[in-house]
C-alpha cells in the first residue's frame, strides 16, 4: 500500500504562483511514476501532468505546458507541482497519484493510490 497527502493549496490570484506537494509514505519503493490530475466542477478528471520515479522524465498537458512544472524529491519521497501564470481555468481540486507500471502514464486508471485532493482556486 502506498499513502498519499497532497498540500499546498490555495486561494491564489490570476498570474500568481502555487507550489502543490504530495508526500507518499508506505511502499514506496513499489512506486513507478506519480501523477497529478485535476477536476474542475461539473467536468471530468483530467491529467496535468506526471513523472517517473527514478528516472524523473516528465509529461505535460498541453494546458499547463511552460507554466507548470513537476519534480520530486526521492529522498523525502514527495512530488512537487510548481504552478505559474495561473489562469482562473487552473481552478480545480488537484489530486496526486501513484501507479507501479509503466503504460500510457497520462491515463488515470492504472494509477492505483490517490490523495485527498487539494483545492486550488484562481481568481480573476
Known amino acids: 500500500q502506498v499513502q498519499l497527502v497532497e498540500s499546498g493549496g490555495e486561494l491564489v490570484q490570476a498570474g500568481g504562483s502555487l507550489r502543490l506537494s504530495c508526500a507518499a509514505s508506505?511502499?514506496?519503493?513499489?512506486?513507478?511514476?506519480m501523477g497529478w490530475f485535476r477536476q474542475a466542477p461539473g467536468k471530468e478528471r483530467e491529467f496535468v501532468a506526471c513523472?517517473?520515479?527514478?528516472?524523473?522524465?516528465?509529461q505535460y498537458a498541453d494546458s499547463v505546458k511552460g507554466r507548470f512544472t513537476i519534480s520530486r524529491d526521492y529522498a523525502k519521497n514527495t512530488v512537487y507541482l510548481q504552478m505559474n501564470s495561473l489562469k482562473s481555468e487552473d481552478t480545480a481540486v488537484y489530486y496526486c497519484?501513484?501507479?507501479?507500471?509503466?503504460?500510457?502514464?497520462?491515463?488515470?486508471?492504472?494509477?492505483?493510490?490517490w490523495g485527498q485532493g487539494t483545492q486550488v482556486t484562481v481568481s480573476s
Open positions: 513523472i517517473t520515479w527514478s528516472g524523473g522524465s516528465a
Open positions: 497519484a501513484a501507479r507501479q507500471s509503466a503504460g500510457i502514464l497520462a491515463l488515470s486508471y492504472n494509477y492505483a493510490y
Open positions: 508506505g511502499r514506496t519503493a513499489s512506486i513507478y511514476a
